[in-house]
């Protein structure tokens, strides 16, 4: 929600004294647009203008506000995905070009080591990325790591 702007709040201006965008407090409004600011670095009156003289304004209509919030979800989501490329990219690396017969398929009664390649029944391909005990086993497949049982004697 971004806050609306009214008289006595403050606005990004350009400072016609200092000559930089600065914070300004808002002495005068018209039908939503400051008019008057007061910078808060020199204290100077004047016009209110949003950016330098000779820059371009973009488009009118888009607040800073609302251009800047996309792009904060955004970089969270690619986080994410980056997340899901770099695993989905070291399970390729781990599986790719190695034969048929290197893989061992999975059995809850088999022992596992770090690196060792799992045919899944269920789950497909996967490489065998941490002993967590003597019973679990994570293993990494395309989709995602699991952690299975391994060891089981019954
Ligand atoms: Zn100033």
């Known amino acids: ?19 930089l965008v ?14 008057r600011v007061e910078c808060s ?3 100077s009156h004047h016009n209110f203008r949003a950016r330098a003289p000779g ?23 690619t986080k994410a995905q980056q997340a899901a490329l770099d695993r ?16 061992r398929s999975y ?7 770090e690196g060792d390649l799992i045919r899944h029944k269920k789950f497909g391909d996967g490489i065998v990325t941490r002993i967590l005990d003597p019973k679990k086993v994570e293993i990494l497949f395309k989709d995602e790591p699991r952690t299975l ?6």
Request: proline fraction near 5%; aromatic fraction near 4%.
């Open 1 to 19: 929600m971004s806050k609306p702007l009214r008289a006595g709040g403050e606005v990004d201006s350009w400072c016609t004294k200092c000559k």
């Open 22 to 35: 600065l914070n300004h407090r808002v002495i005068a409004m018209v039908g939503g647009t400051p008019v």
């Open 41 to 43: 670095t020199c204290m």
């Open 55 to 77: 820059e371009k304004a973009p488009s009118t209509g888009i607040s800073r506000a609302s251009s800047a919030s996309p792009r904060s979800r955004a970089t969270s989501a």
């Open 88 to 103: 989905e990219r070291s399970w390729e690396k781990a599986v790719s070009g190695k034969a048929v017969s290197e893989f």
């Open 107 to 113: 059995g809850v009664d088999q022992t596992f080591a």
């Open 149 to 154: 049982a391994q060891g089981l004697t019954d």
